[in-house]
């Protein structure tokens, strides 16, 4: 079990429930998103709850987490997409605080479950179809029609444009979860190298110390890709909420 | 104290750290962005594998919905699968900034600059 590098994604009931045949066991899983929820929320509400004109360390960085998002809505999506920063804050936060709370010796990564990211991409994409149709009626529809191509090719131009956009939220979760996937098993394996390497005796030990160099640096370059990846998640969000606000330029 | 000065000293105060700010936010980001091109190689793989193989994906899925739908086996899969290829292809180009972004009439188009502020 200690080297076994895919182990650490196994799912584990740990209050299994039974509703209709439907298996809605208290996970692991399941425990590691409340956890997620309760520490971003906890942060986000004890770091503004006394705020003042100077902020403590703890405020600025609450701050700068809105600032960050903000700007990066407003760029992309324009003041009208502004009604959907609660959403794309909370994908933030969610996302990134997984990924964080994942880094830590024996904690499940809830983002390394494809069906995690999905459900989240879905309710991105979900969000842009109906508020698009909301907003936009068929006009919305335009979007998948560029402007400037001939008569002739727009059906097939239609066709691949409506199967690339419904690509998006499979592209959108498969990087999320790859990601995480990717380096938590690197991370796993290095370590791996570690334990086995030193029980070969003095030589092994010497010969450890390189896998242990690796899995320090690797450890740091995970925190850099956590962020990175929620930054990703965020991005492309707001790139895809824009084509529900302006769809059709 | 400083009442009349005040106003002022706080105004040139918030510009010099706007300006501050400004600069350090230049130089991240030109940081992140040389981070980008070195270490993300493999980030850029799984990228741009990931909307390919989307495409490709989708196209699938939608071809064996007919199918199932219609009763049209195999075509709608032969169909849709080759639609989610170009689709996957389409996407791949667009991640690499080689084809306009959706929406968007021609490339580099300033067009939607107006709305987008």
Redesign the interface.
């Known amino acids: 079990m200690a080297t076994d590098p895919i182990h650490q994604f196994q799912i584990s009931k740990w209050i299994p429930i039974e509703v209709g045949g439907l298996d809605l066991s208290f996970t692991n899983a399941s425990a590691f998103m409340v956890a997620t929820v309760a520490a971003a929320g906890a942060f986000l509400f004890l770091s503004t709850s006394n705020r003042g004109l100077i902020p403590t360390r703890a405020q600025s960085v609450a701050e700068m987490a809105y600032e960050f998002i903000a700007n990066m809505l407003?760029?992309?999506?324009?003041?009208?997409g502004m009604k959907f920063f609660p959403l794309v804050f909370s994908l933030f936060m969610f996302v990134f605080v997984a990924n964080l709370l994942g880094l830590v010796p024996y904690f499940f990564t809830v983002t390394s479950q494809i069906i995690v990211t999905f459900a989240l991409a879905m309710l991105v994409i979900g969000t842009v179809i109906v508020y698009g149709f909301m907003k936009h009626g068929l006009g919305f529809l335009k979007?998948f029609v560029?402007?400037?191509v001939p008569a002739v090719v727009v059906p097939l131009v239609v066709?691949?444009?409506v199967?690339?956009?419904?690509?998006?939220p499979?592209?959108l979760s498969?990087?999320l979860f790859?990601?995480m996937l990717?380096g938590h098993i690197t991370l796993k394996v290095f370590a791996g190298f570690v334990t086995s390497l030193s029980a070969l005796g003095a030589l092994g030990v010497a010969g450890s110390i390189l896998p242990l160099i690796m899995t320090v640096a690797i450890t740091g370059?995970e925190f850099?890709?956590a962020f990175?990846q929620a930054y990703v998640f965020a991005v492309l969000t707001c790139?895809y909420l824009?084509?529900a606000v302006?769809?059709?330029? | 104290m400083a009442e009349q000065n005040g106003p002022d000293d706080l105004e040139q105060r918030r510009r010099k750290l706007e300006d501050a700010l400004a600069a350090r936010q230049s130089a991240s980001n030109g940081e992140g962005g040389a981070?980008n091109t070195k270490?993300g190689g493999f980030?850029n793989a799984?990228?741009l594998s990931?909307?390919f193989?989307?495409?490709v994906?989708?196209?699938i899925g939608?071809g064996w919905f007919f199918d199932q739908l219609l009763g049209t086996t195999p075509w709608g899969l032969i169909v849709?699968l080759l639609?989610?290829f170009?689709?996957?292809v389409?996407?791949v180009l667009?991640a690499t900034g080689r084809v306009?972004?959706?929406?968007?009439?021609?490339p580099g188009?300033g067009?939607?600059d107006p709305?987008?502020?």
Do not use: C, W, Y
Request: glycine share 18%; net charge positive.
């Open positions: 407003r760029d992309s999506a324009g003041t009208h979007l560029p402007s400037g066709a691949i444009e199967v690339s956009f419904l690509s998006r499979i592209s498969v990087r790859a990601n990717a370059l850099l890709v990175l790139m824009n084509d302006h769809p059709g330029h | 981070q270490g980030g799984f990228k990931g909307e193989i989307g495409g994906v989708v196209g939608l849709f639609l989610g170009a689709a996957g389409l996407n667009r306009a972004e959706f929406g968007s009439a021609k188009n067009g939607d709305q987008r502020k």
